[in-house]
């Protein structure tokens, strides 16, 4: 079994890191640690995911994979070029990194907790803790490149 054949999915019960063989992720996964069902159906989207203040801890602290947190804004010139790199990551990492993007306007107190100060701004997440952030527009292989030490 080759790693495209096996996805890390993290146990939203108690943190321990599942392999979940690709022919499986449509059962109802089970943590080998502790039982919980695994969230396997919100993963394999492969699209981006919209945060907000409100389902922040539900999406990005609590999530079963590691979350690239893309900041924006609607007024924001480099930020509508960007977009398209970053909805084309979230294709391409499906079932191994959960891609969700933050309007800063609409957030203002994550904006302020995470000291976000220019846009558009990157937060990796994984186990619930900030890992890193990368200010300005990053092209694909290299967020590629930061991310792969997550998966």
């Known amino acids: 079994m080759s790693f495209k054949d096996t996805y ?6 108690c943190s321990t890191k599942n392999k979940v063989p690709a022919e499986k992720t449509d059962a109802k996964a ?9 969230e396997t159906d919100t993963v394999f989207s492969g699209r981006s995911t919209m945060v907000s ?3 922040f801890d539900t ?3 609590k999530s079963p994979l590691p979350v690239l947190l893309y900041c924006w804004a609607t007024w924001c010139a480099t930020c509508k070029t960007t977009t398209p790199v970053i909805e084309e990551f979230a294709r391409d990492s499906k079932g191994r990194v959960r891609v969700a993007k933050l309007n800063v306007d609409s957030s203002p107190m994550l904006s302020s907790k995470y000291n976000i100060l220019s846009l558009p701004y990157i937060l990796v997440f994984d186990n619930g803790q900030l890992q ?8 694909k292989h290299k967020i590629m490149m930061k991310m792969a030490q997550y998966i």
Not at 30 to 38: D, E, F, P, S, T
């Open 8 to 13: 890390t999915i993290r146990c939203t019960a």
């Open 30 to 38: 089970k943590c080998g640690k502790c039982g919980a069902h695994l």
């Open 53 to 55: 203040e409100q389902d």
């Open 132 to 139: 890193e952030s990368f200010p300005g527009a990053l092209p």
């Open 59 to 61: 999406k990005v602290l």
